[in-house]
């Protein structure tokens, strides 16, 4: 029987002011009983305008319906057939601006928690189901994929499912990508990454780390030894400055190497002695999604945090859900103001960041109003921290390496939107490499797709 409600099911969280303080996860997920009765909203409708939505695909009309009827294991078997992160896509998706935005029931109401669904039937198979994925029979084709993280993991799994011997060859020391370094433990705690990691494995994929591919081996070598096509998935990682006076004192972090600290490097747990400033008012600068991450993880660590950013807030491009955690938890936020300098110490150290105040004027090509400062506005916030949270680019030792591959002005890859095929035969790329900073489930479409396109390439051969 259909449930009429116009509202979702919540979900259990922490409270905020005990959250603010710990690194366990916020959002305390469904019980089946909630699952169920969130299903049971599902109109199932015909023309499916959810799984449009989906850069995956997920037949998200088929799944719910089996979590209505109280088949998880059934649900989770429809899910997997195209989406090889559940757990992960049920966290961290933007569903708001994807599937749930088509959602039917949100024309008179809110739309189907899809996310939430889609989280508790990962977190329910993972306790539930111990069927060992076995790997497919060897093809006699073997792929190289560079970056373990989202667009590098789906590609090498779609590739596995088809019979491909697949070798991932990842830079750090843990396969993950921006999930082990960028997301907080509070929003995908670690064991949930490893976890899917595990099943890809369990599917046969070989996953080598301490692997910097443009100075361990090139794409060449890989080619050479016998790689018939190489998915370069290896995201943006090279952090955006300023360039304003101070930015070289010690305290300013970019997020990425902050974040990194705290998430890969577990600067906030006992026993580990990460270098990590212990900051009394820290501020980041920026307004999107990992702002919102590494003012969170500032807080836990004890500082009183403010995000400065430029514009309002209808123009933050951080998801709401995550501007709103982060205003429960008490980070303060100083809207339509801008750094101009950071002020020293008289020792080296961040003592307060100049700003002046902004106005929004007309749209840039962003769409969104283009942000100018008011003369003469300038102010003093007092800070012994900054972080820097601008957004990132692909790191240039790839294509610096590899004749063939062409960059944009950005740095980033140039790959055929429809294949993914880079200009150099055989080598295909996808996710941050080409888009620069994106989501991920945009990036894990992007190795999808990729996967595709490197069997029909090979199969052609």
Known sequence: ???????????????PLVRNKNF????LGYTP??????????????????????????QIPDFIARVAEGDFAGAYRVIRQTNALPAVCGRVCPQESQCESRCVRGIKGEPVAIGRLERFVADWARENLTGEEVPPVFNGH???????????LTCAGELAKLGYGVTIFEALHTPGGVLSYGIPEFRLPKYIVAKEVEG??????????????????SVDELMDEGYEAVFIGSGAGLPSFMGIEGEALSGVYSANEYLTRVNLMKAYREGYDTPIRRSRS??????????MDAARCAKRLGAEVTVVYRRSEEEMPARREEIHHAKEEKVQFRLLCNPVRILDDGNGNVRAVECIEMQLGEPDASGRR???PVAGSEFLIEADTVIMALGTSPNPLLHRTTPGITVNRRGCIIANEATMATEK????????????AATVILAMGAGKTAAASIHEYLSQK
């Open 425 to 436: 035969a055989g080598v295909y790329a996808g996710g941050d490499a080409v888009t620069g």
């Open 24 to 27: 366990e996860e916020v959002a």
């Open 370 to 372: 283009r942000p100018e």
């Open 142 to 152: 073997r792929v190289a994929v560079i970056g373990a993280g989202p667009a590098g």
């Open 200 to 217: 890809l494995q369990k599917l046969g994929v070989e996953i080598r780390t301490n692997m910097v591919i443009g100075r361990v081996e």
């Open 282 to 291: 820290t501020i980041v600068v920026g307004g999107g999604n990992v702002a």
């Open 1 to 15: 029987m259909k449930n009429m409600s116009q509202y979702k099911v919540e979900m259990p969280v922490q409270d």
């Open 33 to 58: 009983e909630m699952a169920m009765e969130e299903a049971a909203r599902c109109l199932g409708c015909k023309h499916r305008p959810c799984v449009e939505g989906c850069p995956v695909s997920v």
